[in-house]
């Protein structure tokens, strides 16, 4: 389920600030972009975001700004740079050479003349950043709960239409059934007409006919998938595959309709309840 989080928090130096995303995926998949300092709390980072978060692609980004000026990048390896102006100083008298103003800035392009220092996360420090993280996480799923919220509304109202379409069924049974008789009646005076007609094979064609375009059972099964459904909406936790599999128990018994439907006006209602499924089927995805 879509959803977004974002966090701040005041260090002594910088503050932090802490966004993530989700987008909807079937399994947890988690990206981070950390700055260096918090390289070393990543896995520790993933599995909080774990323990909170079940499903979804998940984008999370520490971005941090500089409190007064910032601090300088490295710092200047005094005895390196001495040993290297006094040995290069000695090797130009040697040779003969003035000591050019610009041994300096050829004495800082040796190696190891700046030192860099890595700094150290304090204890401290990342109290107040799991917080913060734990702050964004809980903004994520605030945010994740009013969307479902919607959502639930959406789907309960598709699975309603197509119940509701499912009621509508009844109204064309009759002129179904009639239809259906009409046609049986004619074939049978036309077998009358015939000679040599196998009594027990016509019983078993008769029959086989009949539960052929019985939409009895389906009608029945339908009615509780989409119950079921329901239900299923009011469960507490994930869901979202359950109400997967339900939609497609669902699926089955309306396309079983369609194919025993044999009248126009049935057709009809069984394409309006695929469309209704079809976009439940969709938003399901978005389900944890």
Not at 96 to 103: I, W
Not at 230 to 237: A, N, P, R, S, V
Request: charged share 35%; with cysteine; hydrophobic share 35%.
């Amino acid at each position: 389920m879509t959803g977004y989080g974002k966090a701040e928090c005041l260090l002594a130096d910088k503050k932090l600030t802490i966004e993530i995303k989700s987008l909807n995926s079937k399994q947890l998949d988690t990206n981070i972009r950390l700055p260096n300092l918090y390289k070393e709390k990543e896995l520790v980072i993933r599995q909080l975001i774990a323990s909170v978060l079940e499903r979804g692609k998940i984008e999370c980004a520490f971005y941090y700004d500089q409190n007064g000026e910032t601090l300088p990048a490295g710092m200047i390896n005094e005895p390196v740079v001495k040993a290297y102006y006094q040995q290069l100083y000695r090797i130009s008298g040697e040779l003969g050479l003035a000591a050019s103003t610009e041994l300096l800035s050829t004495v800082m392009r040796m190696p190891d003349t700046i030192r860099t220092e890595k700094p150290e996360l304090e204890e401290k420090d990342w109290e107040m950043v799991s917080d913060a993280l734990k702050q964004a996480l809980e903004s994520l799923n605030t945010f994740r709960s009013q969307e479902g919220r919607s959502l639930e509304n959406d789907l309960r109202q598709r699975v309603e239409a197509i119940t509701g379409k499912l009621e509508q069924v009844a109204i064309y049974e009759k002129e179904r059934i009639e239809q259906v008789r009409e046609r049986i009646g004619k074939q049978l005076e036309e077998l009358r007409m015939k000679e040599g007609v196998d009594e027990n094979r016509f019983e078993q064609e008769l029959i086989y006919y009949i539960e052929k375009l019985d939409i009895s059972e389906e009608k029945v099964r339908l009615a509780n998938h989409c119950q079921y459904f329901l239900e299923t909406l009011e469960d507490q936790g994930s869901t979202g595959k359950k109400l997967g599999f339900i939609s497609q128990e669902m699926g089955r018994e309306i396309n079983t309709l369609g194919s025993k439907a044999n009248h126009h006006e049935l057709q009809k209602l069984v394409v309006e309840m695929k469309d209704e499924l079809e976009r439940i089927k969709e938003q399901v995805l978005n389900v944890l």
